[in-house]
């Protein structure tokens, strides 16, 4: 499939079309490590997995505290020695340990039916990248998730080693290239761009994960065949008609008064907290007349 900017896309892997496949994104916060214990021991505990790094210290952090944790864990990284890469990568193919803990560049061309659950520790560079790495969970057919932690500061995070050069400045996921883009400028804001697409995919919480993935690689999809399972469509209660142009307006002049980017869940908090310092300023003058 070529995308209008003359692009090869992969075909959305199978498994989002599997309804014992979930996908969900979680806030992510300071306690990330200890909900992603609670969450790999409530589901899927002494199961295959895949946790997905941003960084080589982060794949060492996290699979140190979730062996703490009890956890079958270990991590996965470009400075490591190829055998001990291979000697990790041999364990887990042979269920000796459980869990690995790797950066983007694990997985390809492994294809270990059992693996139960993905978990994205950091936000991933683009919704390609990211559905690429999700079809490594459950491609057996059974029961499997996908959860991707997500904070905006992540965000900034991969953006800024992005423009240092931190990280592969490649802007789509293995084996999609087609017309790379000729200057480091314009794969730069390529790579942006994908990755401003990966944050509204976060920060959209009322369409169905499968449909937002879908869209994006020109699918069509029907969200009733979700069946609840992910997060947005588990949590949709019947909605009420309403006229919120009075809102819209106020958010589009607070907007417009920022003079930096910020995140939609971000502009939100602001406007919550004025809505909130009005209401307490409206009860103090109730009071005082009373």
């Not at 270990?112 to 990248?129: N, Q, Y």
């Not at 905006?152 to 802007?171: C, W």
């Not at 020109?218 to 609840?228: L, R, V």
């Not at 947005?232 to 003079?259: F, G, H, P, W």
């Amino acid at each position: 499939m070529v995308s209008d900017d003359g692009l090869l896309q992969n075909f959305p892997c199978i498994n989002i079309f599997c309804k014992f496949f979930r996908y969900s994104v979680v806030p992510k916060t300071k306690k990330c490590l200890d909900d992603i214990d609670k969450f790999i021991k409530d589901n899927h505990f002494d199961e295959c997995g895949i946790i997905y790094c941003l960084s080589r210290m982060d794949c060492e952090k996290v699979a140190e505290k979730l062996q703490e944790c009890g956890h079958k864990a270990s991590f996965y990284h470009g400075s490591m020695d190829p055998q001990q890469r291979a000697f990790v990568q041999k364990q887990w193919s042979k269920d000796e340990i459980n869990i690995i803990c790797a950066t983007v560049a694990f997985g390809m061309g492994i294809n270990k039916p059992d693996v139960r659950f993905v978990i994205h520790h950091s936000l991933p560079k683009s919704i390609e990248g990211y559905h690429q790495e999700c079809g490594r969970a459950g491609r057996d057919g059974l029961r499997s998730s996908c959860v991707l932690y997500y904070n905006y500061s992540d965000y900034i995070r991969v953006k800024h080693m992005l423009t240092q050069g931190v990280i592969d400045q490649s802007p789509f996921a293995a084996g999609s290239r087609r017309n790379l883009p000729a200057s480091t400028d314009r794969v730069l804001e390529t790579n942006i761009e994908n990755l401003l697409r990966m944050v509204n995919y976060c920060e959209n919480d009322s369409d169905c994960r499968r449909l937002l993935q879908l869209i994006h690689f020109g699918e069509k999809f029907n969200p009733s065949d979700c069946q609840k399972t992910c997060d947005s469509c588990s949590k949709m209660l019947n909605s009420i008609e309403r006229d919120v142009t009075d809102i819209a307006r106020q958010l589009v002049d607070l907007i417009k008064e920022t003079v930096q980017q910020f995140s939609m869940s971000h502009i939100l908090e602001v406007y919550r907290g004025s809505m909130s310092l009005n209401a307490s300023s409206r009860s103090r003058n109730t009071n005082m007349t009373l």
